[in-house]
Protein backbone atom coordinates (compact mmCIF):
# COMPACT_ATOMS: atom_id res chain seq x y z
CA UNK A 1 0.00 0.00 0.00
CA UNK A 2 0.81 3.41 -0.66
CA UNK A 3 -0.52 6.56 1.28
CA UNK A 4 -0.26 10.22 -0.50
CA UNK A 5 -0.80 13.37 0.85
CA UNK A 6 -1.21 16.77 -0.91
CA UNK A 7 -0.39 20.14 0.69
CA UNK A 8 0.05 23.86 -1.09
CA UNK A 9 -3.25 24.44 -2.41
CA UNK A 10 -5.09 27.47 -1.81
CA UNK A 11 -6.74 31.04 -2.78
CA UNK A 12 -4.28 32.87 -5.73
CA UNK A 13 -5.09 35.83 -7.93
CA UNK A 14 -5.12 35.39 -11.36
CA UNK A 15 -1.48 35.50 -12.57
CA UNK A 16 -0.25 33.83 -9.20
CA UNK A 17 1.59 31.28 -8.24
CA UNK A 18 1.57 28.36 -6.30
CA UNK A 19 3.66 25.00 -5.44
CA UNK A 20 1.96 21.98 -4.60
CA UNK A 21 3.69 19.09 -2.61
CA UNK A 22 2.83 15.39 -2.73
CA UNK A 23 4.60 13.37 0.03
CA UNK A 24 4.50 9.49 -0.48
CA UNK A 25 4.92 6.52 2.30
CA UNK A 26 4.40 2.97 2.72
CA UNK A 27 5.53 1.16 -0.30
CA UNK A 28 7.15 3.61 -1.83
CA UNK A 29 10.23 1.54 -3.15
CA UNK A 30 7.73 0.11 -5.53
CA UNK A 31 6.62 3.35 -7.69
CA UNK A 32 7.07 4.33 -11.05
CA UNK A 33 5.06 6.90 -12.55
CA UNK A 34 3.71 10.09 -10.16
CA UNK A 35 1.76 12.74 -11.23
CA UNK A 36 -1.13 15.26 -10.65
CA UNK A 37 -4.23 15.27 -11.70
CA UNK A 38 -7.26 17.86 -10.97
CA UNK A 39 -10.94 17.92 -11.17
CA UNK A 40 -12.84 21.22 -11.39
CA UNK A 41 -16.71 20.95 -10.69
CA UNK A 42 -18.93 19.67 -13.13
CA UNK A 43 -16.04 18.37 -15.13
CA UNK A 44 -14.14 14.76 -14.88
CA UNK A 45 -10.98 14.56 -13.69
CA UNK A 46 -7.71 15.61 -15.84
CA UNK A 47 -4.20 14.83 -15.80
CA UNK A 48 -2.25 17.65 -15.53
CA UNK A 49 1.26 16.09 -15.55
CA UNK A 50 2.89 12.89 -15.13
CA UNK A 51 6.44 12.10 -14.10
CA UNK A 52 8.29 8.53 -14.60
CA UNK A 53 10.44 7.23 -12.14
CA UNK A 54 13.39 7.99 -15.24
CA UNK A 55 12.59 11.62 -14.69
CA UNK A 56 9.82 11.67 -18.39
CA UNK A 57 7.40 14.39 -18.05
CA UNK A 58 4.30 14.72 -19.75
CA UNK A 59 1.79 18.03 -19.34
CA UNK A 60 -1.85 18.44 -20.43
CA UNK A 61 -1.70 20.92 -23.46
CA UNK A 62 -3.75 23.82 -21.00
CA UNK A 63 -0.74 23.70 -18.51
CA UNK A 64 2.21 23.86 -20.61
CA UNK A 65 5.05 26.19 -20.29
CA UNK A 66 3.14 27.34 -17.08
CA UNK A 67 3.26 24.30 -14.80
CA UNK A 68 6.65 22.17 -13.54
CA UNK A 69 6.51 18.77 -12.52
CA UNK A 70 9.20 17.37 -10.33
CA UNK A 71 10.20 14.65 -8.06
CA UNK A 72 12.67 14.01 -5.25
CA UNK A 73 12.53 10.64 -3.39
CA UNK A 74 8.81 10.11 -2.00
CA UNK A 75 8.18 13.66 -3.09
CA UNK A 76 6.29 14.83 -6.04
CA UNK A 77 6.15 18.46 -6.78
CA UNK A 78 4.17 20.79 -9.57
CA UNK A 79 4.73 24.51 -9.55
CA UNK A 80 1.93 26.00 -10.78
CA UNK A 81 2.69 29.74 -12.58
CA UNK A 82 0.87 31.82 -14.37
CA UNK A 83 -2.30 30.79 -12.73
CA UNK A 84 -5.70 31.16 -14.60
CA UNK A 85 -9.18 31.27 -13.14
CA UNK A 86 -9.85 27.85 -14.95
CA UNK A 87 -6.95 26.53 -13.50
CA UNK A 88 -9.49 25.89 -10.11
CA UNK A 89 -9.83 22.09 -9.04
CA UNK A 90 -9.16 20.08 -7.02
CA UNK A 91 -5.83 18.82 -7.47
CA UNK A 92 -4.72 14.83 -6.49
CA UNK A 93 -1.61 13.25 -6.57
CA UNK A 94 -1.56 10.09 -8.34
CA UNK A 95 1.19 6.88 -7.69
CA UNK A 96 1.33 3.85 -10.05
CA UNK A 97 3.29 0.57 -8.53
CA UNK A 98 3.22 -2.84 -9.64
CA UNK A 99 0.19 -2.08 -11.68
CA UNK A 100 -2.01 -0.40 -8.91
CA UNK A 101 -2.76 3.31 -8.94
CA UNK A 102 -3.14 5.21 -5.45
CA UNK A 103 -4.53 8.66 -4.99
CA UNK A 104 -4.25 11.23 -2.25
CA UNK A 105 -7.01 13.00 -0.86
CA UNK A 106 -6.66 16.28 -2.71
CA UNK A 107 -5.52 19.46 -2.25
CA UNK A 108 -8.12 22.50 -3.71
CA UNK A 109 -6.41 25.59 -5.58
CA UNK A 110 -9.29 28.40 -6.64
CA UNK A 111 -7.85 31.24 -8.70
CA UNK A 112 -10.27 34.05 -8.08
CA UNK A 113 -9.66 37.78 -7.80
Known amino acids: QVQLVESGGGLVQPGGSLRLSCTASGRIFGINDMGWFRQAPGKERELVARITRGGSTNYADSVKGRFTISRENARVYLQMNSLKPEDTAVYSC?????????WGKGTPVTVSS
Open 94 to 102: NAVTDGIAY
